[in-house]
T-cell receptor, first 114, second 110 residues
Framework: DGGITQSPKYLFRKEGQNVTLSCEQN?????MYWYRQDPGQGLRLIYY???????QKGDIAEGYSVSREKKESFPLTVTSAQKNPTAFYLC?????????????FGSGTRLTVV | KNEVEQSPQNLTAQEGEFITINCSYS?????LHWLQQHPGGGIVSLFMLSSGKKKHGRLIATINIQEKHSSLHITASHPRDSAVYICAVRSGGSARQLTFGSGTQLTVLP
């Protein structure tokens, strides 16, 4: 079955460390997105990519980095510059930049800074 | 002020009850999404609509563009419907223009 796989489900990081969250899709979708979810708030866009080797900053890109070397993969690195990284991170994809179709979401990664 | 407001924030119902979750938005939109987030965190897309009404099983979504309002209805609710329901609106063609509500936590008791 096609879908989005995020790993790991839970991740613990020490302060000052970089960590990378994995997002893989086998849906042949062009567009991929990273969102952050905090309690009581709506999802906020971190980065998005509409095509391989291209990506754009979202609303809260500071302290994060991404790459899109393959259509199937869109990893997110949470750097030590991110002041408050503890959150739930969701990856999503869509056939095109969601102009006509909906989104497919992954199951998320919960990151905790210890 | 959030561009997307959902109500109620929390809702508890008895099994079998008819449920309504509301979403109001303040910008012009090209589409509205209803999403379901399960306790584990994964999100499923339920509906995408730009006018009128859509139905899938026991779920019905309606939108009134003039009033900038959408509702999600669940008929004959069941404990497995317990989840967070999220409304999101698209106000343009860019991915940056998708704005999410903070969600409605629904609990259906047996």
């Amino acid at each position: 079955d096609g879908g989005i796989t995020q790993s790991p489900k839970y991740l613990f990081r020490k302060e000052g460390q970089n960590v990378t969250l994995s997002c893989e899709q086998n849906l042949n979708h062009d567009a991929m997105y990273w969102y952050r979810q905090d309690p009581g708030q709506g999802l906020r866009l971190i980065y998005y990519s509409q095509i391989v080797n291209d990506f754009q900053k979202g609303d809260i890109a500071e302290g994060y980095s991404v790459s899109r070397e393959k259509k199937e993969s869109f990893p997110l690195t949470v750097t030590s510059a991110q002041k408050n990284p503890t959150a739930f991170y969701l990856c999503a994809s869509s056939i095109d930049p969601a102009r006509r179709y909906g989104y497919t979401f992954g199951s998320g990664t919960r990151l905790t800074v210890v | 002020k959030n561009e997307v407001e959902q109500s109620p924030q929390n809702l508890t119902a008895q099994e079998g009850e008819f449920i309504t979750i509301n979403c109001s938005y303040s910008v012009g939109i090209s589409a509205l999404h209803w999403l379901q987030q399960h306790p584990g965190g994964g999100i499923v897309s339920l509906f995408m609509l730009s006018s009128g009404k859509k139905k899938h099983g026991r779920l019905i979504a309606t939108i009134n563009i003039q009033e900038k309002h959408s509702s999600l209805h669940i008929t004959a609710s069941h404990p497995r419907d317990s989840a967070v329901y999220i409304c999101a609106v698209r106000s343009g063609g860019s991915a940056r223009q998708l704005t999410f509500g903070s969600g409605t936590q629904l609990t259906v008791l047996p």
